[in-house]
Nanobody, 126 residues
Framework: VQLQAFGGGLVQAGGSLRLSCAAS????????VGWFRQAPGKEREFVAA????????TYADSVKGRFTISRDNAKNTVSLQMSSLKPEDTAVYYC????????????????????WGQGTQVTVSS
């Protein structure tokens, strides 16, 4: 599966932004999808992930209550709605996918994902 992330930009603190991850190539509904981010000088970190069906989601503590992940398998897209943004949310955001049929858990470690899209820059100004 090929993934492409887009929707990043510059936003003021307290604002909102919606990222999208578009998939192509294979049956998207067979893949769990996660969002990760990497700030300058820091390691890539988990942000949120969603199950194949969309019924299960998981979030990093740092974004819980502010970010919402969702998916539309008919449109082969996964979205990350980001609200109440903070300067520390500034990073390059990546979406990633893994074939997840028959696996009850959603990976939260980047090593659990096989397919990666290019990143999209999110900058939150104070």
């Amino acid at each position: 599966v090929q993934l492409q992330a887009f929707g990043g930009g510059l936003v003021q603190a307290g604002g909102s932004l919606r990222l999208s991850c578009a998939a192509s190539g294979r049956t998207f509904g067979n893949y769990a999808v996660g969002w990760f981010r990497q700030a300058p000088g820091k390691e890539r970190e988990f942000v949120a992930a969603i199950s194949r069906s969309g019924y299960s989601t998981t979030y990093a503590d740092s974004v819980k209550g502010r970010f919402t992940i969702s998916r539309d398998n008919a449109k082969n897209t996964v979205s990350l709605q980001m609200s109440s943004l903070k300067p520390e949310d500034t990073a390059v955001y990546y979406c990633a996918g893994v074939f997840n049929v028959g696996i009850p858990t959603i990976p939260t470690d980047q090593k659990g994902y096989d397919y990666w899209g290019q990143g999209t820059q999110v900058t939150v100004s104070s």
